[in-house]
């Protein structure tokens, strides 16, 4: 814990406390802390400190790394002489660090940096370690730090007055450049090297002990150190000194512009509303499509070009927009490894995806994309990677796409981006820490996948995608389940339900056996026509075509001829051909059962098995008679399936238990449930899970209050917990005593039962009148177990 933060908090107001906290919700995350000393803690955690600075902008990071390279002498007035602006252009850029806690003013008007940002931070401004750090160092004996002032032309005194003077003299331009004028030739040359290039640079020891050498002199007069025997480094107060009065740091206080221009609102509210409902019913035909042909994996690792093109063809997408929805789809885990069926398939979550409406699936999808660690668009080296293959940028990729769609976000409404470049530069502006040639290999990609997604339009963000881009913070990654606070965020629900809203939920059937939908199908009605007909073409207008095969497959997944027609029925006028045609196609349909024994034909109609017996064609197959209504094939079910299709019949597949089953992988979740009917009249026990609860974000103001209260309250005991625990938890044993402890002394997890049988998992306890204050997780709270009343403590792991 750093003590000059404590400090700092202790002399807030609850206001400026509260702003604190707003910017730093991880600090009150449950379970929250309860005193100032624990807050200061949690503010400043390196890895809490890293993800604050992800999100603030690149003056912010400049001004936090001109007060590392200052160090003790950084203020504000300093920093503003430094980096050559006005106290004024520099204080909102200040405040913004001391609003996040990761610097604060002490009491003599110097600006303090969080701990943990220094070690973040080795080298600011590409200087190294401060004079102090060498000169109080123990390889530095006295002998050796006597020379050093006497090299200087130094009075040698005390070792503290002696280290002030020889950082005194080394710090001042001046007095470094009257040293130089005596050095050895070529010292100038080495030393703007490290000031430059260094601060740590690899050198040959040797010539470090050679006298008259420019690397004896420097090491010498303290302007180099020597960690070892080949390296050497210089003191941040030396290079600042050597890079002369004139030197700046870096400091872009103003966004670099970017080139817009204006776009029709509705054209972009038009597109939206079609691409929206576009994506959802791809995903869902999709999906079916692995559920009848598994997508297998390549050796090394996802799915191969061939059959991403094969997925494309068989579902009507183009292969851009395949590879974007089988990742989707994998992250969503709506689509998962079977190794029963050796590939992809629909995962559980699937069926009750589909049966959702279609602005909850919507933001599933859009949830998946949000976090995904991949770009399925990016280009590297001109090719795309695998789909689903591992992405060495992994959660980088993710930041990018948030940090450009929130650049996006920020333009004004109606104004679209006419400069990808300019978009990179400020983008880099508002996320300093991504690697801005990263950001621009994803750029194109990214922007592609939100137009796919119907999150950008005509190179303007919509408001769907406007909506997405302010639950950065929300995301979570590609590993959770699922992101409740983006598939439920209020503005992102209306939104979505906005951009659904025009979807079309009949069709016009004609006598030619086609369907028209003008506008965008509702994906309902999609999957229902995709179920039963061919589609012919897609956009403004989608147009299917019924033909005996589509309908024999409409049948095979289930349908008879009444309910494939009343389905039909309800979404238009069912032309009298298009009734002929289900009505034919049904009546021969499943004549043939087709089962896998490796495999068995089997027929209601002897004459007809006989028939099929002797086709010339099929000899392929090694048909037997079994029985006069039971054929035996020599080839595997699929095999057969095909043959007897080709020449004429219908079979259909069947399982041993004589059912049309649908693959699914399986994953793990709480099962139980209900009956629901799924789609051609098939029957599954399913329950939606209920849609997990969004936490309110901490109040801050309540917090800040909350903290005030605590500090001004009593004292909590410490140093005593061993005794109190084995005077008062008298139940336990010694072990489970020495666990209870830990709770207390060290905020570890444990799993109590109380004398009536309760349990609850504990940490960050505190004892008070043998009682044990913790956090308990089932209660979401602080309560009170009396240590009387525990009978166990047990680990509890995360």
């Given amino acids: 814990m750093d003590d000059h933060l404590l400090g700092w908090l202790k002399t807030l107001d609850e206001e400026r406390l509260a702003r604190v906290l707003a910017n730093r919700l991880d600090a009150i995350a449950p379970p929250w802390p309860r005193r100032l000393d624990t807050l200061a803690q949690r503010l400043g955690n390196g890895f809490a400190v890293m993800e604050v600075l992800r999100v603030l902008p690149l003056p912010a990071l400049e001004v936090a790394e001109a007060s590392l390279a200052l160090g003790d002498q950084a203020g504000p007035q300093t920093l503003a002489g430094l980096l050559g602006v006005p106290e004024s252009e520099l204080a909102p850029w200040l405040d913004t660090l001391f609003d996040h806690a990761l610097a604060w003013p002490d009491g003599e008007g110097r600006v303090r940096v969080v701990g943990a940002l220094a070690r973040w931070w080795t080298a600011p401004c590409g200087l190294g370690e401060p004079l102090t750090h060498y000169l109080n160092s123990w390889t530095v004996s006295t002998d050796a730090l006597r020379g050093l002032a006497r090299s200087l032309g130094l009075q040698h005194g005390p070792k503290r007055r002696t280290i002030a003077r020889i950082s005194e003299t080394l710090s001042d331009p001046a007095r470094v450049a009257a040293l130089l004028e005596r050095a050895p030739a070529g010292t100038d040359r080495l030393l703007e090297d490290f000031a430059w290039d260094g601060p740590v640079r690899d050198v040959d020891g040797g010539r470090f002990v050679v006298p008259g050498t420019p690397e004896k002199w420097a090491a010498d007069h303290g302007m180099v150190f020597r ?170 990729v993710a930041r990018a796409r948030r940090a450009l769609l929130g650049v996006l976000a920020r333009l004004p409404a109606s104004t679209a981006c006419a400069d990808r470049a300019g978009l990179v530069r400020l983008t880099h502006w508002h996320a300093p820490l991504l690697d801005r040639a990263l950001l621009a290999e994803c750029a194109p990609g990214v922007l592609e996948e939100a137009r796919l997604l119907g999150l950008v339009a005509q190179d303007a963000i919509t408001d769907l995608g406007r909506a997405l881009a302010v639950l950065d913070a929300d995301a979570g990654d590609e590993n959770d389940d699922s992101s409740p606070a983006v598939e439920h965020d209020p503005a992102l629900v209306e939104c979505s339900t906005r951009a659904l809203a025009s979807v079309r ?134 095999r057969t399936l095909a043959a007897l299709r080709e020449n004429g019949y219908a079979p259909v597949p069947i399982e041993d238990t004589g059912e049309i089953t649908v693959r699914r992988a399986r994953i793990e979740e709480p099962q139980g449930g209900r009956l629901i009917l799924l789609p051609g009249g098939q029957v599954a026990e399913l329950e939606p899970p209920a849609h997990v609860l969004v936490e309110p974000p901490p109040d801050p103001r309540e917090h800040a209050r909350r903290l005030f209260a605590a500090e001004g309250g009593s004292p909590r005991t410490t140093g005593r917990t061993w005794a109190v625990i084995g005077r008062m938890a008298s139940r336990l044993p010694t072990a489970q005593q020495s666990l209870l402890g830990f709770v207390v002394d060290r905020g570890v997890r444990a799993g109590i039962t109380l004398a009536d049988g309760l349990t609850a998992t504990i940490s960050h306890g505190e004892l008070r009148s043998g009682v044990l204050d913790a956090w308990c997780e089932e209660a979401g709270d602080y309560l009170e177990f009396p240590l009387a009343d525990i009978v166990e403590v047990r680990g509890a792991y995360a």
């Fill in 227 to 396: 960690p070892s025997w080949n390296v050497a480094e210089m003191p941040r107060e030396v290079a600042l000194a050597l890079r002369g009065p004139d030197y700046r740091p870096p400091f872009n206080p103003v966004p670099p512009d970017l080139a817009t221009h204006p776009v029709d609102p509705e054209t972009v509210d038009h597109l939206m509303t079609l691409a929206a409902p576009h994506v959802v019913e791809r995903c869902a035909a999709l999906l079916e499509n692995t559920a009848k042909t598994p997508l297998p994996l390549l050796k090394a690792g996802g799915v191969g070009v061939r059959e991403v093109r094969r997925v494309a063809k068989e579902t009507g997408c183009d292969e851009d927009e395949t590879r974007l929805l089988l990742e989707i789809c994998a992250v969503a885990r709506l689509l998962a490894w079977d190794e029963p069926a050796g590939g992809l398939v629909p995962t559980d979550r699937f069926d009750r995806w589909r049966l959702d409406d279609a602005a909850a699936r919507l933001r599933v999808l859009l949830s998946a994309w949000w976090r995904m660690e991949r770009s399925s668009l990016r280009r590297i080296g001109g090719k795309y990677g695998t789909v689903l293959g591992d992405d060495p940028s992994g959660t980088a």
């Fill in 505 to 638: 939920r009949s069709a016009l059937f004609g006598a030619d056996l086609t369907a028209v939908v003008t506008g965008p199908p509702s994906a309902e009605l999609a999957e229902l026509l995709d179920r039963a007909a061919e589609r012919e073409s897609r956009g403004a207008a989608s147009v299917w075509r019924f033909s005996p095969a589509s309908v024999r497959g409409a049948l095979d997944t289930g349908h008879t001829a009444e309910s494939l027609l009343g389905e039909l029925a309800e979404v238009g006028t069912v032309p009298q051909p298009l009734e002929y045609l289900v009505r034919d196609v049904a009546r021969r349909h499943g004549e043939v059962t087709v089962t896998t024994v490796a495999c068995i034909v089997q027929a209601s109609d002897p004459a007809l098995l006989a028939e099929i017996a002797a086709h010339r064609r099929l000899s392929r197959l090694g048909l037997r008679l079994l029985a006069p209504t039971v054929l035996a094939s020599a080839m595997p079910a699929d």
